[in-house]
């Protein structure tokens, strides 16, 4: 064998060393995406299978995985004010912009509230009193009281919120 022809096999091999190196990451990279879809699948059909975080008494899966889905699935202000608890609870901040009348949402504060609900602890909602927000009904008023965790110290958001409709679905437009 040639001197040349020992290096063009030296390169030869070197370019196949590179192309099976670039295969196998590629391989790598998409089992850990399947893994990682797998893991995002496994942990929301666990959720579904758990009680709604919004205290409705009904599964996850039943109950705010439907607006969570498919905001314009929902049929009452009550509704829209529970599914945006939960959203808070697991640190949904689109469906939280989206369940937002647009005059009144907090575009700008978005990563800070995302930061702060994921930084305390949920504890539980109570819906105290809704006037309207019913099928047919334009506006509608739910009183609530969300408890939650702050530093170690229990703490509470007592509001009459507001609803209306936009873009077809119910919106939370702002504390009465
Ligand atoms: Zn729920």
Redesign the pocket.
């Known amino acids: 064998m040639s001197k040349q022809g020992k290096i063009k096999n030296g390169n030869n091999k070197a370019k196949h060393t590179k192309l099976l190196n670039q295969k196998k990451n590629k391989i790598r990279e998409a089992k850990a995406l399947n893994k990682q879809r797998l893991k995002t699948l496994i942990t929301k059909s666990n959720l579904s299978k758990q009680d ?5 008494g ?1 599964l ?1 899966g039943d ?3 439907i ?1 969570h889905k498919n905001i314009e699935m929902v049929t009452s202000a009550e ?1 829209l004010m ?2 945006r ?2 959203a808070y609870v697991l640190g949904d901040i689109e469906y939280l912009m989206k369940s937002h009348h647009s005059s009144t949402c907090p575009v700008k504060e978005k990563k800070e509230i995302l930061k702060w609900a994921k930084s305390v602890k949920w504890l539980r909602l109570e819906v105290l009193k809704t006037s309207n927000g019913e099928v047919g009904d334009v506006e509608g008023v739910v009183e609530f009281k969300a408890y939650f965790q702050e530093n170690g110290v229990e703490e509470v958001i007592h509001e009459n919120s507001k609803f209306n409709r936009e873009n077809n679905h119910w919106v939370y437009l702002g504390e009465v």
């Open positions: 709604c975080n919004c205290g409705s009904n996850y109950c705010c995985a607006a509704q529970r599914s608890y939960t």
